[in-house]
């Protein structure tokens, strides 16, 4: 014959094919967590027998329940963190739970049936509401694998049918005693115990195949995820390079050096322009985007300056605030406003506050930067006196694809992706960006980070 485990190792798909795996774990979970419920419960009985009954008895036979409710509390413990990878190592689990249960139920048994071996008068009311709860409680908590379930239910079940003879034997009584009334009570009692437990055990099994339900659709999901990851990286890829072409072609005719363009197409060229570096932002964002998703950005922690990383920021967008006729003013923080971070990321995040607050701005209106040490904390806040933002809007403004639905809006041309990817870097950083606005007032965001200290 095989060895058990062997047998184990040999059907590699158990697992798989019936949730074997998922109800191990289970049991052993409710096996840690039940241990000393069970055990309060067999206490409390053994008490209450120790006034009736012989007490050396009763404290033998609890000393062995005792015994094996430690042996299944150490099953438990020493194999929760089983991944269900290794099906020799399940086959072992398996065994050990199949030991103990037959030792458990077998001890309580006897336990039980000791106890009304002991009563000498007719009746045993104690000791089968004791076999009842303990099969209840089976019912309840043994519903994972049904091999255990019967195996403990089946030792439970010639116990009470013991009991259920004992008085017939001991008295011979006629069809028209109590002792019959009490035989019969206890062959329902049977059939209400196999009926609860077949309900848990198809309840469980339910639950089972939605889990498994849920996590096929997960799986589903995580493959049309990557799918689209690489479907736009891909096309993102292939079209920068023809739009760069592009775009330096555009920029050579726009700079005259192929000859002075005619006053009838400049128009039309320098629109060719203005859409092909909204093209390539867009193409830029996306592969940002694809890169953080997919955890492929090495971000390069280093003491940061605030004051200097704002300073670098807005000196980058000055031609564009001119251009836009918006001012620029710079708060300082006094303090020490040192933190660690990745200087190129934390400037794109700047560049995209700074852009929006731009862009959003009414013209000669004026936008402040303003750097802060507040406690253990670094704040970066970006404050404009424009559009404003409505109310409830937070997860269209950092969402994918998406603008805030204002007409105001719409006027400003974007990818819907900068604050998206501004939030992915900024919590990479262990940092936080929120924002507080008001139509028609303004909008402040701001960025925080933790302090360094020394």
């Known amino acids: 014959m095989k060895d058990f485990n062997t047998v184990w190792a040999t059907r590699g798909d158990w697992f798989n094919s019936d949730g074997q795996e998922q109800s191990i774990k289970d049991y052993l979970r409710l096996a840690d967590q039940l241990v000393w419920k069970r055990q309060l419960s067999y206490c409390v009985a053994a008490i209450l027998a120790l006034f009736y009954i012989d007490p050396i008895v009763i404290l033998a036979f609890y000393s062995a329940v005792a015994l094996i409710e430690l042996l299944d509390m150490a099953l438990a413990r020493k194999h929760l963190g089983w991944d269900g990878e290794d099906p020799v190592v399940g086959g072992k689990i398996l065994k050990r739970i199949t030991i103990n249960t037959g030792l458990s139920a077998i001890t309580i048994s ?167 570096h909204r093209l390539a932002n867009l193409i830029d964002d996306l592969l940002d985007l694809q890169k953080i998703e997919a955890g492929e950005i090495v971000f390069h922690f280093k003491p940061l300056n605030a004051n200097e990383l704002v300073d670098e920021a807005v000196e980058s967008t000055t031609g564009y605030a001119g251009k836009l006729g918006i001012q620029v003013t710079t708060i300082h923080c006094e303090e020490d406003c040192r933190f660690l971070g990745d200087r190129s990321r934390l400037i794109q995040v700047m560049n995209n506050l700074l852009s929006n607050a731009l862009k959003f701005s009414h013209e000669r209106g004026t936008v402040r930067v303003r750097v802060e040490a507040l406690g253990t904390r670094i704040r970066i806040s970006v404050h404009d006196e424009g559009v404003g933002i409505p109310k409830d809007a937070k997860d269209r403004v950092f969402g994918k694809f998406s603008q805030v639905d204002s007409s105001d809006v719409r006027k400003v041309g974007g990818t819907g992706l900068g604050l998206n990817i501004s939030k992915q870097i900024v919590e990479r950083h262990n940092g936080t960006i929120d924002y507080v606005s008001e139509l028609g007032v303004g909008s402040t965001f701001s960025i925080e980070f933790d302090r360094m200290t020394d």
């Open 110 to 276: 006897a336990f039980i049936v000791g106890t009304a071996v002991q009563q000498t008068s007719s009746g045993h009311l104690t000791p089968s509401f004791l076999l009842l709860c303990a099969s209840i409680f089976a019912a309840m908590y043994n519903s994972q694998m049904i091999g255990i379930l019967l195996l403990r239910l089946s030792i439970y079940g010639l116990a009470f049918l013991f009991i259920a003879f004992l008085d017939v034997f001991r008295y011979f009584p006629p069809l028209n005693s109590p002792i019959w009334l009490e035989f019969f009570t206890i062959i329902f009692v049977l059939y209400f115990i196999c009926d609860i437990s077949a309900k848990f055990y198809l309840s469980y099994q339910e639950r089972l195949e939605q889990i498994q339900l849920i996590k096929q659709e997960n799986e589903r999901a995580k493959a049309a995820l990557e799918v689209k990851s690489q479907f736009l990286a891909t096309v993102s890829h292939e079209l920068r390079t023809p739009l760069t072409s592009i775009m330096g072609s555009l920029d050579l005719v726009n700079s005259g050096v192929l000859g002075e363009v005619p006053e009838k197409l400049k128009h039309v060229i320098g629109i060719a322009a203005k859409n092909g």
